[in-house]
C-alpha cells in the first residue's frame, strides 16, 4: 500500500500563487507517476498534472498549463503543485494520486489516493 497526504491549500485572491504538497509513504518503489487532480461541486475530477516517479517527465493540462509547475523531492518523497497566476475557476479540491502503470490523465489510471486538501480562489 501507499499512502499519500496533500496540505499546502487554503483561500488566496485571483493572481496570488499557492503551492500544495503531497507526502507519500509505503511500498513508495511500486509508484511510476504521481498525479494531481481536482474536482469542484457538481463536476467530474479533473487532471491536473502529473510526474513521473523518477522526476524527468512532467505532464500538464491545457488549463493549467503556463501556471502550474509540478515537481517532486526525491529523498523526502514529497510532491509539490506550484500554482501561480491562480483564477476563481481553479477552485476545488485537490487530490494527490500514484500510479503503477504510465496511463495519466484518467482517475481509474491510478491506483492510490489522498484525502485531498481545498482550494478557493476569490476573485
Known amino acids: 500500500q501507499v499512502q499519500l497526504v496533500e496540505s499546502g491549500g487554503g483561500l488566496v485572491q485571483a493572481g496570488c500563487s499557492l503551492r500544495l504538497f503531497c507526502a507519500a509513504s509505503?511500498?513508495?518503489?511500486?509508484?511510476?507517476?504521481i498525479g494531481w487532480f481536482r474536482q469542484s461541486p457538481g463536476k467530474e475530477r479533473e487532471f491536473v498534472a502529473a510526474i513521473r516517479w523518477g522526476g524527468a517527465s512532467t505532464y500538464y493540462s491545457v488549463s493549467v498549463q503556463g501556471r502550474f509547475t509540478i515537481s517532486r523531492d526525491n529523498p523526502k518523497n514529497t510532491q509539490y503543485l506550484q500554482m501561480n497566476s491562480l483564477k476563481p475557476e481553479d477552485t476545488a479540491v485537490y487530490y494527490c494520486a500514484a500510479s503503477r502503470g504510465s496511463g495519466r490523465t484518467r482517475s481509474s489510471d491510478y491506483d492510490y489516493w489522498g484525502q485531498g486538501t481545498q482550494v478557493t480562489v476569490a476573485s
Open positions: 509505503g511500498r513508495t518503489f511500486s509508484i511510476y507517476l
